[in-house]
């Protein structure tokens, strides 16, 4: 199926200044960390107010990494999630389970050093799949980028979401190879951790509009 331009997840969002932003801009949904070991993470307090202020005009993702799923339950539920990206150890039933409890579409995060690893994502059947570069110690926002080349050995049909080192200087060579249902970023287009560059934000916007519409891309309903 042809459709339009990926879609665009600005991720490692602590500000609402920074998600009012990337709304204007365009943005498909915001990442909001809830992980205390990032050096992006929103405080849940923080990550209410940002929900209050854009529900209905944006996906409000939460970002976790190996917690419970009552912890995810009880933030999705607070927060007034509409969707999670479970970027740990989590396996498939885990996913499942999560999506079931909160009624939120489920996007599994991997990072992605050879076939193996790409290979292994298929066996969770959640709403999306993300694919990250690998960074010691770091989940998510590595500002690596990974081998795009091992992508036509994917299989799977659930939509793909391209992260990992993702930059205005590098995303559209990264769409016209992969062609992605969406691009995400959080380190590439940041002032610093945590805090985004109103020009770096801009340019990727532009970057992705330069790739061209009629990319085909994954099929998933907005």
Not at 24 to 30: H, I, K, P, R, T
Request: with cysteine.
């Amino acid at each position: 199926m042809v459709v339009s331009q990926p879609r665009i997840k600005i991720c490692g969002v602590t500000r609402l200044e920074d998600a009012e932003r990337a709304v204007e801009l365009g943005a498909w949904a915001v990442g909001l960390i809830l992980y205390p070991g990032s050096p992006r993470g929103c405080s849940p307090a923080e990550a209410e107010r940002i929900a209050a202020a854009l529900h209905r005009q944006v996906e409000l993702c939460g970002v976790f990494v190996n917690a419970t799923l009552d912890d995810v339950t009880r933030l999705s539920e607070r927060i007034g999630l509409t969707m999670l990206q479970l970027h740990g150890d989590e396996g498939p039933a885990f996913c499942a389970e999560a999506a079931r409890r909160t009624g939120t579409r489920v996007i599994k995060a991997a990072s992605v050093t050879d076939i193996g690893e790409l290979r292994d994502l298929e066996r969770f059947h959640t709403d999306f799949h993300l694919l990250d570069g690998r960074a010691p110690g770091l989940r998510g926002g590595t500002g690596q980028t990974f081998d795009w080349g091992l992508l036509p050995s994917r299989r799977s049909a659930t939509p793909l979401i391209l992260s990992g080192g993702l930059t205005p200087e590098n995303v559209t060579a990264g769409i016209l190879q992969v062609r992605p249902f969406a691009v995400d970023t959080a380190s590439g287009t940041e002032a610093s951790p945590g805090h985004k560059d109103p020009e770096k934000l801009a340019g990727f916007f532009a970057a992705v509009a330069r790739a061209g519409d009629g990319a085909p891309t994954g099929v998933a309903q907005s």
